[in-house]
C-alpha cells in the first residue's frame, strides 16, 4: 500500500440548520445510473452534495444520502482545457529546451477530455505515446485581467491531469513514422482520451497556492516521475494573473501547470507507452489518477487493455507522500 488513508470532514457548527461541507468532492455515476457530486467517505461509497455550486468559501454542503460510486467521472466538465509546457527546469534541462520567459500555454480540445479509470486510446498515427503527470487547477468563475494577489479568487480546486503526447507530432526534429511534421504541440496532445483528469477535486480553501505537493508517475508500478510542485517555474497565481491577460477564461476550465522530468522520451532508450501498460499519476492530498493503455488499429479494433482493477479507497482516501 502506497498511502497511509485518512479522511475527514470539515464540519460546519456555525450555521443554526448544522450543515456539514466537505472539501473536496467526486463526480460520479451511483450504481443506480444517477450522475452525481459527492463526498467520498470510503468504502466505494459517497456523500451526495445537496448544491453542485459550491459555499463562498469553497466547499460543498453535503446531506445524509449516502450512495454506491458505480463509475468514477472527471471532477468537472470542462469547456476546455488549457496547459502550460516547459514549466519545471528539471524537464527543460532534459529535452534540450529553453526556459521561457513566460508561461508557455497551449491548448487541448473538450473531445480530449477524458475519466479515470477509462482506457486512454492510443490511435494508429501516435508512434510515440508518452505519458506527463501534471497539476491541474480549475477555474471557480469566468475570469480577466486578474492580478497575482487576486489569482486564487480565480481557482476553484486541484485535480490530477494526465498530459498524454504523441511525441512524433510534437517534438520538431522528430517526424520518422509520423505522416506529418513535428512541432504541432496542440495537435498531439488533444487526441480523443488524451486528457485524463481526476479523480477528485479538492477546494483551493484547502491547497491554497498548491505548493509543496508530492508529484509522481508510475507506469505498471515502476516510479517514472518523482517531484515536488514546488518546482514549479510559474506558480498558480503567476500562470492565472497571465493567462487571463485580456482574455476571458470561462468557469470551470481545467489548466494543467506542466510536468516535470522523468517523461518516456527523455529515458535511456526513450521508452514509450504500450499496450496494456497501466499509468496511476498521484499528487499528494488530491489522489491517484489511473488509466489503462490500449491501442486502437483501424482492421482489429482496440488492442490492449480496456478494464484495470482499481480500489476507491486507495485512489481518493488522501493519500500521504510516498517514499
Avoid at 91 to 120: C, E, M, Q
Wanted: aromatic share 8%.
Amino acid at each position: 500500500m502506497w498511502w497511509i488513508l485518512v479522511f475527514a470532514f470539515a464540519g460546519s457548527a456555525a450555521f443554526e440548520e448544522e450543515r456539514t461541507t466537505a472539501d473536496a468532492i467526486i463526480r460520479f455515476v451511483d450504481t443506480t445510473g444517477v450522475e452525481r457530486l459527492g463526498a467520498y467517505v470510503g468504502g466505494g461509497r459517497a456523500r451526495v452534495v445537496t448544491s453542485e455550486e459550491p459555499t463562498p468559501d469553497k466547499s460543498w454542503v453535503v446531506g445524509d444520502v449516502v450512495v454506491e460510486v458505480g463509475q468514477l467521472l472527471t471532477p468537472v466538465s470542462p469547456p476546455y482545457v488549457l496547459a502550460i509546457g516547459l514549466n519545471y527546469i528539471d524537464h527543460i534541462i532534459a529535452t534540450n529546451s529553453t526556459a521561457p520567459l513566460t508561461p508557455a500555454v497551449f491548448f487541448k480540445g473538450s473531445h480530449s477530455v477524458h475519466h479515470p479509470l477509462s482506457p486512454i486510446v492510443i490511435p494508429e498515427i501516435s508512434t510515440k505515446p508518452d505519458y506527463e503527470g501534471e497539476l491541474g487547477l480549475v477555474f471557480s468563475r469566468d475570469c480577466k485581467d486578474i492580478s497575482e494577489a487576486d489569482a486564487l479568487d480565480c481557482v476553484l480546486g486541484y485535480v490530477v491531469c494526465h498530459d498524454v503526447s504523441a511525441r512524433c507530432y510534437q517534438n520538431e526534429d522528430d517526424a520518422d513514422n509520423c505522416p506529418g511534421n513535428g512541432g504541432q504541440y496542440s495537435f498531439s496532445k488533444s487526441f480523443d482520451t488524451h486528457a485524463p483528469i481526476g479523480p477528485r477535486l479538492v477546494s483551493v480553501k484547502t491547497l491554497g497556492n498548491a505548493t509543496g505537493l508530492t508529484l509522481q508517475t508510475r507506469v505498471n508500478g515502476d516510479l517514472r516521475q518523482n517531484s515536488t510542485t514546488s518546482s514549479l517555474i510559474f506558480g498558480v497565481q503567476q500562470i492565472v494573473s497571465f493567462m487571463t491577460s485580456g482574455t476571458t477564461i470561462p468557469k470551470h476550465t481545467v489548466v494543467c501547470t506542466g510536468t516535470p522530468d522523468g517523461v518516456g522520451d527523455t529515458m535511456d532508450p526513450p521508452t514509450y507507452l504500450q499496450d496494456g501498460d497501466v499509468v496511476d499519476v498521484y499528487i499528494e492530498h488530491i489522489g491517484v489518477l489511473r488509466n489503462p493503455i490500449t491501442r486502437l488499429s483501424t482492421k482489429h479494433g482496440l488492442l490492449g487493455r480496456t478494464h484495470v482493477d482499481f480500489d476507491l479507497d486507495d485512489l481518493l482516501l488522501f493519500p500521504s507522500a510516498t517514499a
